[in-house]
């Protein structure tokens, strides 16, 4: 079955950068987009992008273009997002999410909690 | 590009139907049929329950249902059941090839 599971949580202090990991199994890595979205506490869910595993391409919302690198490892089936210059505000639950063919998102991962505190 | 429009919060009995809005624009919603619907229980990672606007994944009860209208799509939940107390957030993939998410729904079963 599809799985896609992420590292766990962490915390850093502002100004900092971060990385969290997806791995997936259960289907061909390179078939499917893989992205990443993130939910602040107590807030809606905001998408960030996405990640081509085959290419490498990448396209990153508005928000995160200056910010965010989303970079993966086809030998390992893992895919990666990188966020700098952390900010208080960037504190969040950040997930990965299959894209399926028709443009929704069919499995996520459990989430990685990334804590921005001095 | 904005957030979707969802109601803060909607509310049933047992048994009851209710209905969930999701308001875009013809740059999202209205520009295609790809919209989905995601239930989040607390502490958990979302959950897909509806794809192309009205279709369900397998596992998903009949009871969830969706449909859209112009610039608006919308969930409907009939015979509300305790385990449907959640949040649920729509989402729609847009004229500019990037995705969009609802601002979120929390439906709580009386």
């Known amino acids: 079955q599809v799985q896609l599971v992420q590292s766990g949580a962490d915390v850093r202090k502002p100004g900092a950068s971060v990385k969290v990991s997806c791995k997936a199994s259960?289907?061909?890595?390179?078939?499917?987009?893989l992205h990443w979205l993130r939910q602040a506490p107590g807030q809606g869910l905001e998408w960030m992008g996405w990640?081509?595993?085959?290419?490498?391409?990448?396209l990153y919302a508005q928000n995160f273009q200056d910010g965010v690198t989303m970079t993966r490892d086809t030998s390992i089936g893992t895919v990666y997002m990188e966020l700098s210059s952390l900010r208080s505000d960037d504190t969040a639950i950040y997930y990965c999410?299959?894209?399926?063919?028709?443009?929704?998102?069919?499995?996520w991962g459990q989430g990685t909690l990334v804590t921005v505190s001095s | 590009q904005s957030a979707l429009t969802q109601p803060p919060s909607v509310s049933g009995s047992r048994g009851q139907s209710v209905t969930i809005s999701c308001t875009g624009t013809?740059?999202?919603?209205?520009?295609?049929?790809?919209v989905s619907w995601y239930q989040q229980s607390p502490g958990a990672a979302p959950r897909l329950i509806i794809y192309?606007?009205?279709n369900r994944p397998s596992g998903v009860p009949d009871r969830f249902s969706g449909s859209q209208s112009g610039n608006a799509a919308s969930l409907t939940i009939s015979g509300l059941q305790a385990e449907d107390e959640a949040a649920y957030y729509c989402?729609?993939?847009?004229?500019?090839?990037?995705?969009?998410f609802g601002t979120g729904t929390e439906v709580t079963v009386l």
């Open positions: 192309e606007v009205s």
């Open positions: 990640i081509n595993p085959g290419s490498g391409s990448t």
């Open positions: 999410a299959r894209e399926a063919p028709r443009q929704y998102f069919d499995s």
């Open positions: 989402s729609s993939y847009t004229s500019s090839s990037i995705y969009v």
């Open positions: 259960g289907y061909i890595f390179t078939a499917y987009y």
């Open positions: 013809s740059s999202d919603i209205g520009s295609s049929n790809r």
